[in-house]
């Protein structure tokens, strides 16, 4: 009987060591540097306030199938002076604002070309459709969600919007 209960532990240690072994294997002892990122890539493509120019033209097409190689969101194809532009309007457009991005639409948009995946897009950054501005990123290149005038905000956000448009102005006045 004694030899039995000394085989227990023995074997439940060995199976803990065999473990911890495997474990120790299967974790990468290396250390390597980070690969070299761009300031403000954050989630998405990096935007570039410093070239930033406007854009006007008539819509040709609006996208909103995704391609692969593509920011995510929607796309209008804009024919302008410098030809047929990709420009990437984000996914948080409001309802109202959509509807308004009709093939032959004349726009107006400030925004930074940047190339991804061998592909250039322009960045929109604020979007005039219709008689409508609106904020497509923010001035660091932040997706920013379309106000929507007919939702009831809680008082603090509009502190919070009412600070975001002060930044946008260029500060307090």
Not at 23 to 47: D, E, K, M, W
Not at 83 to 90: A, N, Q, S
Not at 106 to 135: D, M, N, P, S, Y
Not at 148 to 157: A, G, I, Q, T
Request: charged content about 15%; proline content about 5%; glycine content about 12%.
């Amino acid at each position: 009987m004694s030899r039995s209960r000394l085989m227990k532990p023995t074997r439940m240690i060995a199976g803990l060591l065999t473990g911890l072994l495997f474990a120790i294997l299967a974790v990468p002892l290396g250390a390597s540097t980070a690969p070299n990122s761009r300031v403000g890539q954050g989630f998405g493509p990096a935007y570039d306030a410093k070239h930033e120019t406007i854009l006007t033209g008539t819509i040709k097409e609006v996208v909103t199938k995704h391609e692969i190689g593509s920011p995510a969101g929607m796309h209008l194809l804009v024919t302008g002076a410098q030809g047929v532009v990709d420009t990437h309007v984000g996914p948080y457009l409001s309802k109202q604002t959509i509807e308004a991005l009709q093939t032959g639409a004349t726009v107006r948009i400030v925004g930074a070309t940047e190339t991804i995946h061998g592909k250039e897009f322009f960045l929109a950054r604020q979007l005039t459709v219709g008689g409508r501005t609106v904020t497509v990123r923010s001035p660091h290149g932040a997706l920013v969600p379309e106000h929507n005038p007919s939702v009831k905000r809680s008082r603090h956000e509009n502190k919070t919007a009412q600070t975001s448009q002060a930044a946008l102005n260029g500060g307090a006045r």
